[in-house]
């Protein structure tokens, strides 16, 4: 698999501090190079949000964090690396020098990535001795979130460094798309400005306020586009006759005078006031730090609620990060499988911001969730992956119960280890989980878990394949002798 083995990050602002914490939360070691100041602060500020976020969005094991080298030179932070990218102010002029100046100290196979919002790689690439290696990577914000990079060539950008970066993508959990034609601004931003412009008319003209601008996406056509995009959204609007229909039914409205988009909003003094006040009122009571890290735990809401799409392969952004996660896992480091007299230590896991209900405690369903993901990790370790699965085999749980005992909080570190209970024979894995709080080793759950090992084509319970056996029996053999835990056996509503 191509992958990244040492990436350099040339402009140390919002986006190249987003480029960076991708990168370096995917085992990646990062050079950097910004002359401001503060750049430090600034990534270090970015990278920590970044940290926090990747908390929330996946249990599967990153890898250990690469390191992040700030540079006093672009040659020094170029040094040795295999992908370049370049996110310094949108001027064409800086641009084009510092990425000839890049190209002038790289290893010639490096790739060199930029990440403008719109000017075309052909310019950028003029100068350049190696012009073929050289293409736009414009990311989307936030870079370590949002998954996707628009790869467009320039007219000596080979196609080979086009696909090779987008193979260079897929193992840090991103989607390149590939555009086949060089255009200003792409193809976002060019959605994007034709938006901005007609809401800038719509706050120009007092038909509408940000707010109200802002919750009419939101809460309609902005779900939609999250999960189905832009066509296939209006396929569905067809009915069962599909686009045609659609394109037939409202086709004729592109002719009616409904937008200004052929008209540039005066961006005066009293339009840029009215705008700002109206943004203010808006959100300015939180800070931008607040909003970013509000925005981050939405983000990751919506990709785990679309990971969980169509019949638990993912869709969308949510298939990018199942895909990503499996990855993670196929590259994790696999646990030193000695089976001892003890319960089995199955994951730890910090209780999220977004995990939290009205009364500042983890919700019910949480609790669930913790076990269900401790179940995944036994399976894990016996040989129960997603090869094994797609192989047509797998556990099925068939009755769970579970006792909540004391309250988790916000931020607490939380631990799930698990006993096989004597009743299991491979057929039927029978486990005790406990879920107990890491600073105290206080019991906060039990979930007392039976699952049948199920084959897909037979539609019924069988024995596990022997490799999996194998590695179960002496689990079952070493928990024997450890008795039944107390809570086991238990009915709902019985005294204790």
């Not at 995917?26 to 503060?38: F, K, L, R």
């Not at 959605?191 to 809401?199: C, F, M, N, T, V």
């Not at 006759?241 to 009293?270: E, I």
Request: hydrophobic residues 40%.
């Amino acid at each position: 698999m191509a992958k990244i083995e040492k990436a350099a990050c040339i402009g140390g602002g919002v986006i190249g501090g987003a480029w960076a914490a991708r990168f370096l939360l995917a085992g990646i070691d990062v050079a950097m190079y910004d002359p401001h100041p503060e750049a430090e602060r600034i990534v270090g500020e970015v990278l920590a949000n970044a940290e926090r976020a990747y908390g929330m969005l996946t249990m599967a094991p990153l890898p250990p964090k690469g390191r992040l080298t700030f540079c006093k030179t672009v040659e020094e932070a170029v040094a040795g690396a295999d992908w370049i990218q370049e996110s310094v102010p949108e001027r064409l002029d800086l641009k084009r020098s510092v990425i000839t100046q890049i190209d002038a100290a790289a290893r010639p196979e490096a790739l060199i990535g930029s990440s403008t919002s719109g000017i075309m790689p052909s310019e950028l690439q003029r100068d350049m001795k190696h012009p073929e290696r050289m293409f736009v990577a414009h990311p989307y914000n936030p870079v370590y979130l949002l998954p996707l990079a628009e790869l467009v060539g320039g007219q000596k950008t080979s196609p080979e460094t086009l696909e090779l970066a987008r193979a260079k993508l897929a193992p840090i959990g991103m989607k390149g798309v590939i555009l086949k034609k060089e255009i200003e601004a792409f193809v976002g931003d060019r959605l994007l400005e034709a938006i901005w412009r007609e809401g800038l008319w719509l706050i120009h003209d007092d038909i509408c306020d940000t707010e109200t601008l802002d919750d009419v996406i939101r809460y309609s056509f902005g779900m939609r586009w999250a999960q189905m995009g832009m066509f296939e959204t209006y396929r569905i609007a067809g009915g069962e006759a599909g686009m045609r229909h659609f394109l037939a039914q409202f086709g004729p409205c592109l002719s009616w005078p409904w937008t200004k988009l052929t008209d540039v909003v005066d961006l005066d003094d009293a339009l840029v006031d009215k705008i700002a006040e109206q943004s203010d009122a808006q959100s300015g009571e939180r800070s931008i730090r607040e909003l970013e890290r509000i925005r981050d735990e939405n983000l990751v809401g919506i990709m785990h609620a679309l990971k969980g799409a169509d019949g638990g392969k993912g869709w969308g952004s949510g298939k990018i990060l199942a895909d990503f996660e499996q990855n993670l896992w196929a590259h994790a480091p696999r646990r030193d499988y000695r089976p001892t007299r003890e319960p089995l230590d199955l994951m730890e896991i910090k209780v999220l911001p977004s995990w939290i209900d009205y009364n500042g405690h983890m919700t019910e369903f949480r609790y669930a969730q913790c076990f269900a993901d401790a179940s995944d990790a036994l399976l894990r370790l016996i040989g129960v992956d997603r090869g094994y699965v797609t192989a047509g085999n797998s556990y099925y749980t068939v009755e769970t119960h579970t006792r909540l005992l004391d309250e988790a909080k916000l931020g607490e570190a939380l631990k799930v280890s698990a006993q096989i209970l004597p009743s299991s024979d491979g057929k039927k894995l029978h486990s005790f989980m406990s879920l107990t709080r890491a600073s105290d080793n206080v019991l906060i759950a039990t979930c007392e878990h039976l699952m049948l090992h199920v084959s897909s084509a037979e539609g019924k319970a069988v024995p596990p394949a022997p490799a999996v056996m194998a590695r179960l029996e002496p689990l079952i053999d070493a928990h024997r002798d450890l008795g039944v835990p107390e809570g086991a056996g238990r009915s709902v509503g019985q005294k204790r």
